[in-house]
C-alpha cells in the first residue's frame, strides 16, 4: 500500500493555497481578532474601560442549563457591548469520578461505563478501552473481530457528526436539517440494535474481541446504508454549501491557525480544519486501518466552516472504508480462544462445567495483567484522540487509569474562540467544536 497521504478538498502539493478568496477573508479576520485583543489589552485602554465600566461592561452566563450549550457547559462571558471581551469556561457539573471509577473495577465490568462518555458514539469508546486492555495484557485478538470492530466505529463516527450536523444546524435556526440528520441516526440505531441488541449504550465490544457475530440482517442493513447514504450526505452539502445563512455565521468565525490549534491542544476535525494533517487511522494505524485506503479531510481556514467541511467529509470517507471492510471480512473466531484473556462462548457455558466455572472466573477476577506493566493505546474517536492510559498491579482491577478526553481537550481552544466575537457568536462556536460533556467531566 503507497504511504503517500491524500487529503480531501486540498491538493497536498499546495496545502495552503487552498481556496485563496475565503483565506484572504479568514485572514484579514484573523488580523482584526489580534489588533482588537492588542487594544484591549493595552494599559491605557483598560484605564478608560474602568472608569466607565457599569455602562458598557456586563458579565453573563451561558449555560449550564442552556440548550445550546451541548450538555451542561457554563461559559462565564464578560461583555464590552455586544463584542466578548474575556470568556471563562466551567465545567464539572457532570462529574462521575469515572477515572476512580475505573479503577474499582475489573477490566470488563468498566466497559458499560465507557458508553457514558461519549455518549454520542459509544461502540468507539468501547473499542478504545479493549484496545489499551489488550495492549496491557498482550491479547492478540482474531481478525474477524477487528474487521466488525472497524466497521462499528466507522458507523459510530457517522453517528456522532449526523447529531453534530442536525444540533449545529438547529441552534442556527434550521430546523428540517435537524429531522434528517436524526433519520440517519434512526436507521445506524437499527443496525445497532441488530448487531448489539441494544440502540444507544451497546457494550458490545469485549476484551479478546466481540460479544457476538454480526448477523446476516445487520450486514443487508449495512450495506443498504452504505449504498444509499453518500447519495443522501451530498445532498445535504449541495443544501448547505449554497445557503447564505449557513455560510454567514460560520465564514471566519472562530479561526485558528495551524500553530494557535497545536499550542492550544485541538484534536480531530477540529484540528484538521486548521490545516494541521493529523489522522491516528493513519499515523499511528490500529485494528486494520493500515489495510485500507481512506484520505484525510483536512482544510487550512481554521474556522467554524472549515470545521464544518472536514466532518462532512468524514462522513463519506467513513462510508468508503466500511464498504471495503465488508468486502474483505475474514471467516473465522471473535474472540481470543483463552479462559484468562475472553469470556467463553455461551455455548460453553451451557453446556459445559469448564465453560460454565471460566465464566464465572472470569466476571469475579477477569484479565489480570503482569504486576507493574502500563500502556496507553489511543484511537481517533470522531471528536479526536481518546486514549487510556492504564497500570497493573496484577490483580483484575486496574491500579491506575486515566482517560485523555478529546472534548476536554477541544474545549482549551474555545475560550480563544470566543474572545473578540459577538455574543451571538457563541451557539455557533460550540457548536464547531462539538464537545459531549460525559467524556470531558473526567
Known amino acids: 500500500m503507497s504511504t503517500t497521504i491524500e487529503y480531501a478538498g486540498v491538493e497536498s502539493e499546495d496545502l495552503f493555497s487552498f481556496w485563496p478568496r475565503h483565506n484572504e477573508a479568514i485572514q484579514q479576520r484573523l488580523e482584526s481578532k489580534h489588533a482588537w485583543l492588542e487594544e484591549r489589552h493595552h494599559p491605557e485602554a483598560q484605564h478608560d474601560r474602568a472608569e466607565d465600566a457599569l455602562e458598557h461592561q456586563m458579565t453573563l452566563n451561558i449555560g449550564p442549563q442552556h440548550p445550546a450549550t451541548h450538555g451542561v457547559l457554563r461559559c462565564v462571558v464578560k461583555l464590552d457591548g455586544e463584542l466578548i471581551e474575556k470568556c471563562v469556561l466551567d465545567i464539572g457539573y457532570l462529574h462521575r469520578g469515572i477515572e476512580k471509577l475505573a479503577e474499582s473495577k475489573t477490566y470488563q465490568e468498566f466497559m458499560p461505563y465507557t458508553d457514558r462518555m461519549d455518549y454520542l ?5 468501547n473499542v478504545a478501552w479493549c484496545l489499551a486492555v489488550e495492549k496491557l495484557a498482550g491479547i492478540e485478538v482474531p481478525e474477524r473481530a477487528q474487521w466488525i470492530r472497524m466497521i462499528m466505529c466507522e458507523l459510530a463516527r457517522i453517528s456522532s457528526h449526523l447529531l453534530w450536523l442536525g444540533v449545529g444546524l438547529m441552534d442556527a435556526g434550521a430546523v428540517s436539517v435537524f429531522l434528517w440528520t436524526f433519520q440517519g441516526r434512526e436507521d445506524l440505531y437499527n443496525i445497532f440494535d441488530e448487531m448489539t441488541g441494544a440502540r444507544f449504550t451497546v457494550s458490545h465490544s469485549r476484551i479478546g474481541g466481540l460479544a457476538s457475530d454480526i448477523s446476516p440482517r445487520a450486514l443487508d442493513l449495512i450495506r443498504d446504508f452504505v449504498d444509499r447514504y ?35 491542544g485541538l484534536t480531530g476535525p477540529n484540528l484538521r480544519g486548521s490545516g494541521v ?39 463519506l470517507e467513513s462510508l468508503k472504508i466500511i464498504e471495503q471492510c465488508l468486502d474483505r471480512l475474514p471467516e473465522g473466531p471473535i474472540r481470543a480462544d483463552d479462559a484468562k484473556q475472553a469470556y467463553p462462548t455461551k455455548d460453553e457455558v451451557y453446556y459445559s462445567m469448564e465453560g460454565l466455572i471460566h465464566d464465572f472466573m472470569y466476571t469475579d477476577t477477569g484479565v489480570a495483567p503482569p504486576k507493574g506493566a502500563a500502556a496507553y493505546h489511543a484511537i481517533e474517536s470522531p471528536k479526536g484522540e481518546l486514549g487510556f492510559y492504564l497500570e497493573s498491579d496484577g490483580t483484575g482491577n486496574p491500579w491506575r487509569a486515566r482517560i485523555n478526553a478529546p472534548s476536554y481537550t477541544n474545549l482549551q481552544g474555545l475560550e480563544w474562540m470566543m474572545e473578540g466575537h459577538p455574543v451571538a457568536d457563541i451557539v455557533v462556536l460550540i457548536g464547531s467544536i462539538d464537545p459531549v460533556m460525559g467524556e470531558a467531566d473526567k
Open 121 to 125: 458514539a459509544p461502540y468507539a469508546n
Open 230 to 264: 453518500p447519495a443522501i450526505v451530498q445532498g445535504w452539502r449541495k443544501f448547505l454549501n449554497r445557503n447564505r445563512i449557513w455560510i454567514g455565521r460560520n465564514e471566519g468565525v472562530g479561526v485558528v491557525t495551524a500553530e494557535e490549534a497545536i499550542a492550544l
Open 277 to 315: 494533517p493529523y489522522d491516528i487511522r493513519r499515523f499511528e494505524p490500529y485494528l486494520k486501518y493500515d489495510e485500507v485506503d481512506f484520505t484525510i479531510p483536512l482544510r487550512t481556514e481554521g474556522d467554524c466552516l472549515a470545521r464544518y467541511h472536514v466532518r462532512m467529509e468524514e462522513m
